[in-house]
T-cell receptor, first 118, second 109 residues
Framework: EAQVTQNPRYLITVTGKKLTVTCSQN?????MSWYRQDPGLGLRQIYY???????DKGDVPEGYKVSRKEKRNFPLILESPSPNQTSLYFC?????????????????FGPGTRLTVT | GIQVEQSPPDLILQEGANSTLRCNFS?????LQWFHQNPWGQLINLFY???GTKQNGRLSATTVATERYSLLYISSSQTTDSGVYFC???????????FGTGTRLTIIP
C-alpha cells in the first residue's frame, strides 16, 4: 500500500530533550516536506526537500533540523525542544518530476505526530 | 503571498443533506487539493484538481482556474463526513502548499 508513515504518532517530552520524528514514504517520491498545525494558525511549512541531500527552509524553520540521506526518509529533528513547539506535525511527499521538483503534484500526507513539550 | 479563503467557516447539517463548500484563491495556481481532516487529526486526500471536475462516490469537486475558485460537493451526508475540510494550493513561484482557512462540517444523526 502506497503510504507515508510517521513515528511516533504521539509524544510527550520535556524541554531540552532532543528528539527525532521519523518520516518514510514507499512511493519513490522525490519531494518531501514537514508541516506543523496550530489552532488559529493553520498548517505552516517547516522544511522541504526536493531530492536526496537537497533541503531548504519553509516558513517556520527555527528550532528544527532535517536531513535527506535517502530518498524514502526525511526525519525531523528537534535538538532542544521548547513548549512553543507543541503542535501537530505532518510529513508529506509527492513525485518529483516537473514543476519545482514535485511541489505542483499531488501531495500525500502522513498520519500526523502529536507532540507535547512540557 | 497567495490568499486562500474558504466558506462557510462552519456548517451543521442533518444526516442525508447535501452541501457545497467553496474555496477562493487570489492568484493562478499550479496545484489544488481538497483534504478532509478527521476528528483524529488525520489529513485525508480527497481530490487533486487544479482544473476541471472529478467525482468519487458521494463527493465531487470542480475547479474553475480562470475564475480562481473551487467547489467541493458532498451529497447524502453521513456522520463520518464530519471534520474540517481544507483546500490547499500551490502558486507559481512557491515551494509549498498554502492551506485555506477550512470549513468545519458537523453532521447530526
Amino acid at each position: 500500500e502506497a503510504q507515508v508513515t510517521q513515528n511516533p504518532r504521539y509524544l510527550i517530552t520535556v524541554t531540552g530533550k532532543k528528539l527525532t520524528v521519523t518520516c518514510s514514504q514507499n512511493m519513490n517520491h522525490e519531494y518531501m516536506s514537514w508541516y506543523r498545525q496550530d489552532p488559529g494558525l493553520g498548517l505552516r511549512q517547516i522544511y522541504y526537500s526536493m531530492n536526496v541531500e537537497v533541503t531548504d527552509k519553509g516558513d517556520v524553520p527555527e528550532g528544527y533540523k532535517v536531513s535527506r540521506k535517502e530518498k524514502r526518509n526525511f526525519p525531523l529533528i528537534l535538538e532542544s525542544p521548547s513548549p512553543n513547539q507543541t503542535s501537530l506535525y505532518f510529513c508529506a511527499s509527492s513525485r518529483g518530476q516537473g514543476w519545482r521538483g514535485g511541489v505542483g503534484y499531488e501531495q500525500y500526507f502522513g498520519p500526523g505526530t502529536r507532540l507535547t513539550v512540557t | 503571498g497567495i490568499q486562500v479563503e474558504q466558506s462557510p467557516p462552519d456548517l451543521i447539517l442533518q444526516e442525508g443533506a447535501n452541501s457545497t463548500l467553496r474555496c477562493n484563491f487570489s492568484d493562478s495556481v499550479n496545484n489544488l487539493q481538497w483534504f478532509h481532516q478527521n476528528p483524529w487529526g488525520q489529513l485525508i486526500n480527497l481530490f487533486y484538481i487544479p482544473s476541471g471536475t472529478k467525482q468519487n462516490g458521494r463527493l465531487s469537486a470542480t475547479t474553475v482556474a480562470t475564475e480562481r475558485y473551487s467547489l467541493l460537493y458532498i451529497s447524502s451526508s453521513q456522520t463520518t463526513d464530519s471534520g474540517v475540510y481544507f483546500c490547499a494550493v500551490v502558486d507559481f513561484g512557491n515551494e509549498k502548499l498554502t492551506f485555506g482557512t477550512g470549513t468545519r462540517l458537523t453532521i447530526i444523526p
